[in-house]
């Protein structure tokens, strides 16, 4: 019994059994410790070891002096050999410990025990329920007169008085007077030799809850300080109840409150009734979008304000209600002009003085209908604009793809033209080489190995420098110095530039210019290295003992330049594309050689000169090469000349 009382002081819940009545319900129970006490049958206590783990096992051994339960005892203790024993000489602390252990109650178990004021006049007396209380882990203050016990009283707070009832100086009751004053929920436990001394109207009138007869024996009293302490904790906990259950009306009362206000004052309509459709109540909001006095609602039903459709969508949802008790549906909300106003219900089934009931909130969304038909015609431009984009990405797609493929035969081709006059400077190379180690040292032999070395040389250098001038156009570094000269001057440069390919085909160049002296801010290198390239083409794409013409006009603001050729011309959807990277005519990049760059090149230094370009096709047969040029070239005022000729332009 003892064990029972320290376990249900821990917070235990503890079942006490004889093992005569044990049955398949309680084997089946799910316990965390199994104690046994001595005398329990052999075939008992092997059944429940079947039921349950050894390490759930507690003995209780019998006295010392005992001859059969002790030899009982000794058998189970056999079959349980592990098992934590409780001797009846422990005392209460030290089997506080060890239930401790086994139900592993740490230092973090939080357990609610009474703070303890033990007063006796008997120090013997007095140490002993003093041990046994705190062998229960109870917190406990002694004193041994009604003089220390008032101390006490004002420096702890005290759940619970244990006295005798007899003192030099007074009773046990008068301390328990003292003690109310100060702690009212204290309560109070006294125990006596005299029970006829205790006048026990007077003590429970006071508040005394129980009287023990001395001597008190351990069992005896944490039993009666168990009872005790429980039915305290059962007051202060319907005591907890009671004030949580009083806040919790308030707080309904208040929220009952507080929704009558939302519902009656909310922008939504919201309106309860029966599942024939009977309305049953209807707020402020409800009389504004039907259009009717809230006392006018009573007796109507909901199918009377909606269009038959929707009626027929609220009778179907309501017959098929889906576990949640509830569903939504788009409604319509008839107008004297003809036209509907569109709604939105939700509907929630409720319990409306113990019969079922619906609440709906209507939603008017006649402004999302609205945006989306502006969502609609937003989509319908958006697809269109897709279209155009698509086809636009697809144009860039095709432009790429060509330019891939120009790339690509630019790459064939310079490879064409760099090998070409790599081989011949090689081949002439080893001609020379070979005549020198046979000692034939003709000098007219030599001359024509090393001229073709120079040719081929100066023909590598005119495909580097083109490379390199188109590299320095593409990242913006190319050298650009513009100042004022004669046109004239740089066409008759040109012209004398290409003058020996003009002799070798026998074609003559004719310049005609409508003015002596045309002056133009220009870089005269870049548009003398454009007129050489236009005139290269002329010459290599006409036709031998044919004539190239060259033009020069000028209004007040421009001038107009160009090369007219009579050679084999270019075809009509390619006059744009011949001024790309790394693309050729069609018509000219058959065996004429050439990497693609030339007219490039020139679009570039035209285009920093702020000019434009163009070809087209002439009365002859040849095609002829347009360039307009600026008289003033319009930089921006945070170019400097020095900036320019540095290639930072």
Known sequence: MRVKVLLELTGSEVELVHFSMLDDALKSANYDLVAVSHGVALDIVKQLIDLFPKEYFLLLAPKAQAGEPLINFSDINALLPNSVVIYPFFANKEISTLLDNLLEIGSDHILQLPTVLLVDHVPERLTNIARSLKGAHIETYTATSQYQASALIHKHTFDLLISDFSFADGTGLDIFAKLKLVQS???????????????????????VEDVLIKPVDDNTLLKSVHKLWQTELLKRHNSELVERLQETVDALIEKDSLLRVIYKHTPDAIML??????????????????SMPLNKFAGCSIFDFL??????????SVLTLNKNRQFSCDLRLPKEDGTFVPLVGSFNEIDHHG?????????NVSHLKEKEDSLLEAKDILEEQVRARTAQLEHAKNVAEAANHSKSEFLANMSHELRTPMHSILSFSRFGLEKITDNDLSKEKLHKYLSRIEQSGERL???????????????????????????????????????????????KVHFHSADASVIAECDEEQINQVLRNLLGNALKFSHVDSDVEITLSADAEQAHIAVIDRGIGIPEDELEVIFAKFVQSTKTNNGAGGTGLGLAI????????????????????????????????????????????????
Do not use: W
């Open 273 to 290: 009734f029966q599942r024939g459709g009977e309305i049953i109540e209807a707020n402020d909001a409800c009389s504004k979008l039907f």
């Open 602 to 649: 020139c679009r570039e230094f035209i285009a920093l000169h702020q000019g434009d370009i163009c070809a087209s096709n002439n009365q002859y047969g040849g095609a002829t090469i347009k360039v307009t040029l600026p008289l003033l070239i319009d930089l921006p005022h945070h170019l400097t000349s020095e900036k320019l000729a540095h290639g930072n332009y």
């Open 355 to 363: 019969e079922i009931a619906l609440a709906v909130i209507f939603k």
């Open 461 to 507: 250098l005119s495909l580097l420098n083109n490379l390199l001038d188109l590299s320095k156009l593409d990242v913006g570094k190319f050298p650009f110095n513009p100042q004022k000269h004669n046109l004239n001057n740089i066409i008759k440069t040109s012209i004398d530039d290409v003058s020996g390919t003009a002799l070798e085909r026998n074609i």
């Open 185 to 207: 929920n204290c309560r109070c436990l006294l125990y006596t030799s005299k029970p006829e001394q205790v006048l026990m109207i007077e003590a429970i009138r006071q508040g």
């Open 307 to 316: 269009d038959s459709s929707s009626g027929t969508s609220i009778k179907d």
